[in-house]
């Protein structure tokens, strides 16, 4: 049976044991030959199809200001990335090796490599999830596993921490042939290779992710909505745990050409309705206006201004200043992305604490002929809720106690203060003595609620002194 009809029937293969093995080599293979693309650009293919509406391709849109959430994930540290995959005419281009998609996918498997590895390392998750899109977009693998059009059905678990599960994924993004991802977009057979003897113009369009009259335009708001929809479906508005999405970034080589309300491009440059949609949809990610909570969102455009003229207007448009990044070297897509998501953070959540001390004074005798002695103890308490350290008590004439550690809580004496009481001294003898510390406060894990950083205490007590009789 071939690929294609185990990605039909979602059936399991009989032995996996050689997929480990193909996928290193696949992606050593692929790794090789997209470095040595060199600079290769991002050459303007989209065919130049005109329409009566070329008048509004005079884009007049303000660069976007909606300014991207924090990029931070929740009290497990579990990150779920979403990643929307260009495979638009331009990059699916040269069907007889797909040399610019499989740039783009080598990327994202390098990224799920390193994502899975370090989380795993780190004892945490990292869920990814992917949409291909054109005119159309298609979750490869949704939220909760996967479903007819998707990766093989023996793609359980997103999570590219369990080795398993990102050895799938890999293998899935790369795919065991030229062109990968099969973008599958029905269950119908024209819309997706079957079996090995398709035409190759069926093939080839299925790749592509055409449809009817699309074309093959890039449709910047369906991938954005993609992405909507699986963070509206996987995500509990009312959850405190880490059930949010963290990122959006969208991998591309050109500029959106066409939107939901118009899918009959491509043209040569985007229009304001094109541009507007594609905002609009960023805008809905940033601020939660369909899906909670905000995500952040980025994006990465293989190309250059001198390949297509204003690129890096229409990226601000779309996504705002500081919030995409242009490259034009291909083997270089996953230094970009690894920088996007190093600014991915984990939010801890902080612990309410507090910090005092207190400090008794006890004499033993308390009451004490002059010239006799009297064993002072000073017994501190830490009465906060976190660990102080360097307790030190200083006492009459310098005498100084240090206890290196008090823990939140616990009660410690220090070695007895020896007094001896002077002939004529005054009655009762007043004993003081001064207690410092330091808390061991965390400013990023801890939220202090009451005392002091470095808390103080004073213990006082009196002896009562007994005079020696005068003679007779």
């Not at 902080?350 to 004499?363: C, E, H, L, M, R």
């Given at each position: ?425 005054s009655n009762p003898m007043p004993l003081s003595f001064n207690v410092t510390s330091t808390s061991m406060f965390n400013s990023a894990t801890m939220n202090l609620v009451g005392g002091t950083l470095n808390p103080t205490a004073v213990a006082t007590t009196a002896i009562n002194v007994e005079r ?5």
């Amino acid at each position: 049976m071939s690929e294609e009809m185990y990605l039909e029937h979602g059936t399991t293969r009989s032995s996996r044991s050689w997929r480990g093995i193909s996928f290193v080599v696949i992606i050593s293979l692929s790794i090789m030959s997209i470095l040595s693309l060199g600079n290769t650009g991002a050459e303007t293919t989209k065919p130049n199809v005109q329409s009566a509406a070329i008048g509004n391709r005079i884009s007049a849109i303000p660069d976007n200001t909606m300014p991207n959430p924090p990029s931070t994930v929740g009290p497990l540290c579990k990150k779920q990335v979403i990643f929307l995959l260009d495979r638009s005419h331009s990059v699916m281009s040269g069907s007889t090796d797909y040399t610019k998609v499989n740039a783009l996918k080598l990327a994202l498997d390098m990224t799920i490599i390193q994502m899975g590895t370090s989380a795993q390392a780190a004892g945490r998750d990292a869920y990814v999830y992917i949409s291909a899109f054109a005119a159309r977009a298609k979750d490869q693998n949704p939220y909760g596993g996967s479903s007819l059009g998707e990766f093989y059905a023996w793609i359980a678990s997103n999570n590219v921490a369990v080795p398993a599960s990102r050895d799938n994924m890999v293998y899935n993004v790369i795919g065991s042939n030229d062109n990968g991802i099969y973008y599958r977009d029905s269950s119908s057979g024209a819309d997706y290779k079957t079996i090995i003897g398709d035409p190759v113009a069926t093939f080839v369009n299925a790749i592509k992710g055409y449809h009817g009259d699309d074309n093959g335009s890039t449709n910047y708001q369906a991938a954005f909505e993609s992405a909507m929809g699986k963070i509206d479906f996987g995500t509990d508005p009312t959850s405190t745990g880490d059930d949010d999405f963290d990122m959006v970034i969208m991998l591309t080589d050109g500029l959106p050409t066409s939107h939901n309300g118009n899918l009959a491009g491509p043209w040569v440059t985007p229009d304001n309705g094109d541009l507007l949609a594609a905002q609009s949809a960023v805008n809905n990610l940033r601020t939660g206006g369909f899906v909670r909570p905000p995500v952040p969102v980025y994006g990465i455009i293989t190309g250059s201004e001198a390949a297509q003229p204003g690129v890096a207007s229409y990226m601000r448009q779309v996504f705002g200043t500081g919030n995409f990044a242009m490259q034009e070297n291909w083997g270089l897509v996953y230094n970009e992305i690894n920088a996007i998501l190093s600014t991915m953070g984990c939010a801890v959540p902080k612990t309410n604490v507090t910090s005092g001390i207190s400090a008794t004074a006890a004499a033993s005798p308390s009451t004490v002929m002059e010239g006799q002695n009297s064993n002072v103890t000073v017994t501190v308490t830490n009465t906060g809720s976190v660990d102080l350290t360097n307790v030190t008590v200083t006492g009459p004439g310098g005498w100084t106690q240090v206890i290196p550690t008090l823990p939140a809580g616990t009660t410690s004496n220090f070695p007895a203060y020896l007094l001896n009481v002077p002939l004529g001294g005054s009655n009762p003898m007043p004993l003081s003595f001064n207690v410092t510390s330091t808390s061991m406060f965390n400013s990023a894990t801890m939220n202090l609620v009451g005392g002091t950083l470095n808390p103080t205490a004073v213990a006082t007590t009196a002896i009562n002194v007994e005079r020696i009789p005068l003679p007779s």
